[in-house]
């Protein structure tokens, strides 16, 4: 089942923090956070494994609630490089992995 | 390293033709998913690959979409015929091994059809 992300837009003022929801109806071995930017391909941020650890990427940095089947992702004193459509991509607890995404949240950071 | 690479960038066709797209991904990387990417949505999954050989196909819609992976390296992926609700980016992207691994993404095949 594709996750679900919440909000799908946000637009900030450049310093400002946003956090990006990501949940899942399944058990999930791991969560994975990449960013595109438009006519470009996603580029990886970061994978978080069951366990509940918390990883971090410059200012970025996210945490996975296993139990919730939930991940976060928060953006910290934001930059115009920031600006792009996030994507959680969800790995299941099957034989194989495979990787699903969700929607997408679209970031706009302003000057 | 170079990147996972992919070709054509751009593609537009009448309905009912047939293309083909092509992808070459990370040397070494034993994992290769091609993704379909409709505008403003999420990659959505049509198969994914072990080396040579098929992992996950279920979405994919056999009656007019076919994959290979030759020899566990390049990958070619083709429709036919083609239909409206085909046109997308067609993305290609690999990885080392099935967990754990971080996805290389190539720039994307954008299909029109009209």
């Known amino acids: 089942q594709q996750p679900v992300q919440s909000p799908q837009a946000v637009i900030l003022r450049e310093g400002e923090d946003a956090v990006i929801n990501c949940s899942s109806s399944k058990a999930l071995y791991s969560v994975h956070w990449y960013r595109q930017k438009h006519g470009e391909a996603p580029v990886f941020l970061m994978i978080l494994l069951k366990g509940g650890e918390q990883k971090g990427h410059e200012k970025i940095s996210a945490s996975f609630n296993e139990k919730k089947q939930q991940s976060s992702l928060y953006l910290t004193a934001s930059q115009l490089s920031y600006s792009g459509t996030y994507f959680c991509?969800?790995?299941?607890?099957?034989?194989?992995?495979?990787?699903?995404f969700g929607k997408g949240t679209m970031l706009l950071v302003s000057p | 390293e170079a990147g996972v690479a992919q070709s054509p960038r751009y593609k537009i066709i009448e309905k009912r033709q047939s293309v083909a797209f092509w992808c070459n991904p990370i040397?070494?990387?034993?994992?290769l998913y091609w993704y379909q990417q409709i505008l403003g949505q999420g990659p959505k999954l049509l198969i994914q690959?072990?080396?040579?050989?098929?992992?996950?196909d279920s979405q994919l819609p056999k009656d007019r979409f076919s994959a290979e992976r030759l020899k566990g390296v390049d990958s070619t992926l083709k429709i036919q015929p083609a239909k409206l609700e085909d046109s997308a980016v067609y993305l290609c992207a690999s990885c080392r091994s099935s967990y754990n691994s971080p996805l290389h993404f190539g720039n994307g095949t954008r299909l029109t059809v009209t």
């Open positions: 690959f072990q080396n040579n050989g098929v992992v996950d």
């Open positions: 991509g969800t790995e299941g607890l099957a034989g194989y992995s495979t990787l699903t």
């Open positions: 040397s070494g990387h034993a994992t």
